[in-house]
């Protein structure tokens, strides 16, 4: 499965493990807890704190929680590339049954019906390629992150390669002293 959303997405990391602590000492020791797990990368886990918020280090937030900026581009390009195509092959396929039926309308005027017909489902499929590239589960985790840092809360965010990963740092995460963890799809 990972590989097949791999293929869709242009990023490394599809989904983020955020947890939220009340000191840095914890978030800090758990960061070398995190690192030992099989295949996790230093690059992969960030500590952001209160001062990541200012409005001069907004863009050192936005890269922490987003790190794969040149990614969010690809799997824009790839998402609406792959749904756009997914819904003018499911048009095809209606009009060609539409047709097959003989109904009347379909049968009277066929061009008309074919734009119609295979222009929404392809408008439909590039619509669907827009909400995969806006991934509101991101939305939803960030703006709890922001929230919480402005609280005074420290925040380890995990940017795993696999649902491997993931579950190993979620679990990791749930059972040593974090607050709360919240988790991308």
């Given at each position: 499965?990972?590989?097949?959303?791999?293929?869709?997405?242009?990023?490394?990391?599809?989904?983020?493990?955020?947890?939220?602590?009340?000191?840095?000492?914890?978030?800090?020791?758990?960061?070398?807890?995190?690192?030992?797990?099989?295949?996790?990368?230093?690059?992969?886990?960030?500590?952001?704190?209160?001062?990541?918020?200012?409005?001069?280090?907004?863009?050192?937030?936005?890269?922490?929680?987003?790190?794969?900026?040149?990614?969010?581009?690809?799997?824009?390009?790839?998402?609406?590339?792959?749904?756009?195509?997914?819904?003018?092959?499911?048009?095809?396929?209606?009009?060609?049954?539409?047709?097959?039926?003989?109904?009347?309308?379909?049968?009277?005027?066929?061009?008309?019906?074919?734009?119609?017909?295979?222009?929404?489902?392809?408008?439909?499929?590039?619509?669907?390629?827009?909400?995969?590239?806006?991934?509101?589960?991101?939305v939803r985790v960030i703006a709890k992150t922001r929230s919480?840092?402005?609280?005074?809360?420290?925040?380890?965010?995990?940017?795993?390669t696999d649902s491997h990963q993931t579950q190993l740092a979620?679990?990791?995460?749930?059972?040593?002293?974090?607050?709360?963890?919240?988790?991308?799809?």
């Amino acid at each position: 499965m990972d590989y097949l959303l791999q293929g869709m997405f242009g990023e490394k990391s599809l989904t983020k493990v955020v947890a939220l602590f009340p000191d840095q000492a914890g978030a800090e020791a758990m960061i070398g807890r995190l690192l030992r797990l099989p295949g996790m990368e230093p690059s992969q886990v960030r500590l952001l704190s209160r001062q990541d918020l200012r409005t001069h280090r907004a863009d050192l937030f936005g890269r922490k929680m987003e790190p794969e900026q040149r990614g969010i581009f690809h799997t824009a390009f790839r998402a609406h590339l792959v749904t756009g195509f997914a819904g003018f092959a499911l048009g095809l396929v209606l009009y060609a049954y539409l047709m097959s039926t003989g109904h009347p309308m379909m049968t009277s005027s066929p061009l008309l019906a074919f734009i119609a017909i295979v222009g929404f489902a392809t408008t439909f499929g590039l619509l669907v390629g827009g909400l995969i590239t806006l991934r509101p589960d991101h939305v939803r985790v960030i703006a709890k992150t922001r929230s919480a840092l402005r609280a005074g809360q420290w925040a380890l965010v995990v940017h795993p390669t696999d649902s491997h990963q993931t579950q190993l740092a979620q679990e990791l995460l749930e059972g040593n002293g974090a607050s709360t963890v919240m988790r991308t799809l």
